[in-house]
């Protein structure tokens, strides 16, 4: 139970900011669709863009993201290209990420950041259901205030999609690692609102793409 | 004159300037660089409380309390630069719980800052001490810290968990002096626990029952000298935060009152700093005067 409250405390922590490496998380290469997505340090768009689901086109998906962080005075801008890692075929489905993060101070001395980051996926469920957990990782340097800083997070969610809404919620916690600091514990939660359009949407796991030759 | 030849206009709105938005809302949001601070306290001590906001870790704001000898407006007292006291909180103890002692060590001529942390945990960002020193050495420009503290003569302090964390940043240095209230050293820091470069303060409670007597005397006969170890009788641990009540509902009933007990707390904490401040030493000698002490020096 203890622990239980300690790991609520820890993810809804209005003063436990938790930048970087990506809030969002996919196992499975989704629909394309754009996000709204509110956590509890601030409130963002990202939007998702797969591309066709073909043997020789790589990387599978592009995705981007914006977040705004009120209360510290910080922008985030992500983005990021998915690869798919399993063929989507089954209830299992396995991804990886690799994109860049760049990060705006804007209140007091201004400063700006550029890291990249990489985060490993896999998942449970469907297209309209899905658990997942993975781990993320990066490298940030900042202009005025250097670095580097190296963010590392695990995570766990759940995603639902009923027609063109999607719900996923995200739960991440982790470190942040410097050379001259001591490590810094981190955690957030993130809701994102999908919003997958009124056009019928192609699911572009591997299960609808053409046959292989 | 003819006028201008009208061309047709399209409404053009660049994906740019909707990236800048929310920039543009924010940006123009200086830290907090208060001049004069809230009156605490009147009278012939006025103390005054302001609050600051540090940027960390390049993307985090620290909120730091700073608790100063003030005028009766609010705006710090005139005088040569004042020693200063970072105080840590304990675990899930909020920084204002340790309002009663700040201003208690303001009326005394001390300046006291004192940093959150996230979750409640000193633990959880350990360096927020180093940024709230740092705050204190270099104020933002126009603030009422300019000038206001020197920085040869800060020390660090912390109850419980934040004692844990203060050890370390005094061993990561900077700071001229450690108190540690009902607290011991962190074990991570026992290999260069030796080379603590200050003179230290463990302050006990007796009748502590989360940070056991034994244990605080055995981890503060560590501490290497000058140091010195002050038992206050009759004290809890949560005596040494704004109110008692975690340890009557704990069964950890205290044998002092809780008044008598933030007196006592303050008159040793205040000569500990004076004399470790003023290269002095501990002042020993000074806080056996204080009435219900045991005190222990090396």
């Given at each position: 139970m203890r622990a239980l409250v300690l790991t609520g405390a820890l993810l809804l922590a209005p003063v436990a900011s938790a930048e970087a490496p990506l809030l969002t998380a996919r196992s499975r290469v989704d629909s394309a669709h754009l996000s709204l997505l509110a956590g509890p340090h601030g409130v963002g768009l990202g939007f998702l863009l797969p591309r066709p689901a073909l043997p020789d086109v790589r990387p599978s998906a592009f995705g981007g993201e914006l977040f705004v962080l009120p209360g510290t005075g910080v922008l985030e801008v992500r983005g990021s290209a998915q690869w798919r890692l399993t063929s989507g075929e089954g209830a299992f489905s396995a991804s990886a990420q690799l994109g860049l993060t760049a990060l705006g101070v804007v209140r007091g001395p201004a400063d700006v950041g550029l890291g990249?980051?990489?985060?490993?996926?896999?998942?449970?469920?469907?297209?309209?259901?899905?658990?997942?957990?993975?781990?993320?990782?990066?490298?940030?340097?900042?202009?005025?205030?250097?670095?580097?800083?190296?963010?590392?997070?695990?995570?766990?969610?759940?995603?639902?999609?009923?027609?063109?809404?999607?719900?996923?919620?995200?739960?991440?916690?982790?470190?942040?690692?410097?050379?001259?600091?001591?490590?810094?514990?981190?955690?957030?939660?993130?809701?994102?609102?999908?919003?997958?359009?009124?056009?019928?949407?192609?699911?572009?796991?591997?299960?609808?793409a053409p046959p292989r030759p | 004159m003819s006028p201008p030849p009208s061309t047709p206009r399209t409404p053009f709105r660049p994906p740019l300037l909707s990236l800048l938005g929310p920039w543009l809302a924010l940006a123009g949001c200086a830290l907090p660089a208060p001049e004069a601070g809230t009156l605490l306290r009147s009278g012939p001590s006025p103390v005054a409380e302001a609050l600051f906001q540090v940027r960390a870790r390049h993307t985090d704001l620290v909120p730091v309390r700073v608790v100063f000898p003030s005028d009766e407006q609010g705006r710090p007292v005139q005088g040569a630069p004042l020693p200063a006291l970072v105080f840590l909180h304990g675990g899930l103890v909020p920084p204002e719980d340790y309002l009663w002692l700040a201003e208690a060590l303001a009326a005394r001529g001390f300046v006291v800052a004192l940093p959150s942390h996230p979750l409640g945990l000193?633990?959880?960002?350990?360096?927020?001490?180093?940024?709230?020193?740092?705050?204190?050495?270099?104020?933002?420009?126009?603030?009422?810290?300019?000038?206001?503290?020197?920085?040869?003569?800060?020390?660090v302090a912390g109850h419980s968990l934040g004692g844990v964390v203060s050890t370390s940043l005094a061993l990561d240095g900077g700071f001229a002096a450690l108190a540690l209230l009902a607290s011991f050293p962190n074990p991570s820091d026992e290999g260069r626990l030796s080379s603590l470069p200050v003179p230290s303060l463990s302050l006990a409670g007796e009748l502590d029952c989360s940070a056991p007597l034994s244990r605080v005397r055995d981890e503060a006969s560590r501490l290497p000298s000058p140091s010195v170890f002050v038992v206050l009788q009759g004290v809890t641990h949560y005596q040494f935060t704004v109110s008692d009540r975690q340890d009557v509902q704990a069964g950890c009933p205290a044998a002092t009152p809780l008044a008598e007990a933030h007196a006592r707390t303050t008159e040793v904490?205040?000569?500990?700093?004076?004399?470790?401040?003023?290269g002095q030493g501990t002042g020993a000698d000074d806080l056996r005067q204080v009435p219900g002490t045991e005190v222990t020096a090396r």
């Open positions: 990249p980051h990489v985060g490993l996926f896999a998942g449970f469920g469907g297209p309209r259901l899905e658990g997942f957990l993975g781990a993320q990782a990066g490298t940030e340097a900042f202009l005025r205030t250097g670095g580097p800083r190296f963010p590392l997070r695990g995570l766990l969610g759940v995603r639902g999609r009923l027609g063109a809404l999607g719900l996923a919620l995200t739960a991440r916690a982790g470190v942040d690692l410097e050379p001259t600091l001591s490590p810094t514990w981190r955690g957030d939660v993130v809701l994102a609102l999908g919003w997958y359009g009124v056009a019928p949407t192609v699911e572009t796991t591997a299960a609808s | 000193a633990l959880s960002a350990p360096d927020n001490g180093h940024f709230t020193r740092a705050l204190l050495t270099s104020p933002p420009e126009g603030s009422l810290l300019q000038g206001l503290v020197d920085p040869a003569r800060i020390a904490l205040s000569r500990f700093l004076r004399a470790a401040l003023s």
